[in-house]
C-alpha cells in the first residue's frame, strides 16, 4: 500500500507556478521522497527526489519539511505538457526496491 | 541512447488464450521491472530482476504469469491462459544497478495495453 497521501487533482494556469503538495508521515529515516509523472499514453517518468534538503533540478523544484512527514513539488512555470498525473512515492535509496505508486495527483494546465 | 522498448504496444486476445510481452531495457541496467495498471486501479509492482535473477516477485498476482530474462539482458512477460481480469497496461522499467547508480531513478517503457475479450 502507498505510504503517500496526495489531493486527487489540482488545476493551475498556464505559466504559474504548480504546487503539489504530498503528506507521508510515515516515512523512515533511510527513505527518499520520489516524483513522478505519468502523462496520457506514456510511461511513468521521473522528476525529481530528495532526503531532507531541498532540491531542484530542470524540471522541478522540491520542497521538504524539516521533519520530513510532508513535501510539496512545483513546478515554476507550468506548461500545457505538465498536464498529467503527479506521483509522490517514499522510497529506500538503496537496493532499488520497487515502487509503489499510490492515486497521485492529476494536475491539469488551464490555457 | 535508447529508452526502454517494450512489444508489442497493443495486444489484443481471447481469454484462454496465451500472449507474451517483451521488454529491452537501457542498455548496461541490470535491474528491471514489471509493473501494470488495471482498469481503474493504481499502477502495481509485479516483479524486479537484477540481471537474470528474481529479486522480487511478491506483485505477481498468480502461477498463470511467468517472467523470464534469459541472459539478464531482455526480459519476457507470459499470460497462460490470459483471464478478462488481466486486461490493462503493463509497464516495463529498468535502473543502474544500486552500487554505481547516485538514485533509484526507474525509466520506464511506454507499456503494453493488453486486452482480453
Known amino acids: 500500500d502507498a505510504k503517500t497521501t496526495q489531493p486527487p487533482s489540482m488545476d493551475c494556469a498556464e505559466g504559474r507556478a504548480a504546487n503539489l503538495p504530498c503528506n507521508h508521515s510515515?516515512?523512515?529515516?533511510?527513505?527518499?521522497v520520489y516524483w513522478y509523472r505519468q502523462i496520457h499514453s506514456q510511461g511513468p517518468q521521473y522528476i525529481i527526489h530528495?532526503?531532507?534538503n531541498n532540491e531542484t533540478n530542470e524540471m522541478a523544484s522540491l520542497i521538504i519539511t524539516e521533519d520530513r512527514k510532508s513535501s510539496t513539488l512545483i513546478l515554476p512555470h507550468a506548461t500545457l505538457r505538465d498536464t498529467a498525473v503527479y506521483y509522490c512515492?517514499?522510497?529506500?535509496?538503496?537496493?532499488?526496491?520497487?515502487?509503489?505508486f499510490g492515486t497521485g495527483t492529476r494536475l491539469t494546465i488551464i490555457p | 541512447e535508447a529508452g526502454v522498448t517494450q512489444f508489442p504496444s497493443h495486444s489484443v486476445i481471447e481469454k484462454g488464450q496465451t500472449v507474451t510481452l517483451r521488454c529491452d531495457p537501457i542498455?548496461?541496467?541490470?535491474?528491471l521491472y514489471w509493473y501494470r495498471r488495471v482498469m481503474g486501479k493504481e499502477i502495481k509492482f509485479l516483479l524486479h530482476?537484477?540481471?537474470?535473477?528474481?529479486?522480487?516477485e511478491s506483485g505477481m498476482p498468480n502461477n498463470r504469469f511467468l517472467a523470464e530474462r534469459t541472459g539478464g539482458t531482455y526480459s519476457t512477460l507470459k499470460v497462460q491462459p490470459a483471464e478478462l481480469e488481466d486486461s490493462g497496461v503493463y509497464f516495463c522499467?529498468?535502473?543502474?544497478?544500486?552500487?554505481?547508480?547516485?538514485?533509484?531513478?526507474?525509466?520506464f517503457g511506454p507499456g503494453t495495453r493488453l486486452t482480453v475479450l
Open positions: 522499467a529498468s535502473s543502474q544497478d544500486y552500487g554505481t547508480s547516485t538514485h533509484n531513478e526507474q525509466f
Open positions: 510515515t516515512i523512515s529515516g533511510n527513505e527518499y
Open positions: 530528495g532526503l531532507k
Open positions: 512515492i517514499v522510497s529506500s535509496h538503496f537496493g532499488n526496491e520497487k515502487l509503489t
Open positions: 542498455s548496461g541496467h541490470d535491474n
Open positions: 530482476f537484477v540481471k537474470e535473477s528474481k529479486q522480487d
